[in-house]
């Protein structure tokens, strides 16, 4: 499910309809904190990708360089800090 919020996501964010993408990135975020908890996850940092596109379009940078953060620091524990990864 959290993933399909993510897509429905991504379809707003594409139409442009931004506050309607957040909601949905939020309501995916939310479900996958509950679901992987401190566990880092691919979706997870996918749903904090896509709220760095919103606020990065909505102009607000401050906010989408903290999301952007997030998902990177979940990336490295992932992948490892000097694994090459296409993500």
């Known amino acids: 499910i959290a993933d399909n919020l993510n897509s429905i996501g991504n379809s707003y964010?594409?139409?442009g309809e931004f506050d309607n993408a957040k909601v949905k990135y939020f309501?995916?975020?939310?479900?996958?904190?509950e679901i992987y908890q401190d566990n880092p996850h691919p979706s997870t940092a996918g749903s904090l990708i896509g709220l760095g596109n919103v606020y990065s379009s909505l102009g607000q940078f401050d906010l989408a360089?903290?999301?952007?953060s997030s998902s990177w620091s979940i990336q490295k524990k992932i992948y490892g800090?000097?694994?090459p990864h296409p993500d």
């Open 13 to 15: 964010f594409e139409l």
């Open 27 to 33: 309501a995916a975020l939310k479900m996958q904190r």
């Open 65 to 68: 360089v903290k999301q952007y």
């Open 81 to 83: 800090k000097n694994t």
